[in-house]
């Protein structure tokens, strides 16, 4: 069985985002979705902890995907956090 966890999806193509938020609903986990790491990196604080975070390498803004690996990391660093890039 899986185990309900709280996600966060960091995709900045709106598409791609909803898909994965979708998917992950399905299985029973509660999802919290951003279209940018300083997005990302404020819901993790207004929202409160969250089990994994799901992004995109390639990201909008001023921070890319590794970039907010490596913020969300100086704060929690047993984070798991899991990267994925479109080709």
Known sequence: ???PRKILVVEDEEAVRN???RQLESC???VIVAESAVEALRLMHDAGPVDVVLTDVVLGGSMDGIDLANA???VR???PISSVCAA
């Open 1 to 3: 069985p899986i185990i």
């Open 19 to 21: 898909t994965l938020r």
């Open 28 to 30: 029973g986990h509660h």
């Open 72 to 74: 969300a990391r100086g």
């Open 77 to 79: 660093p047993d984070l």
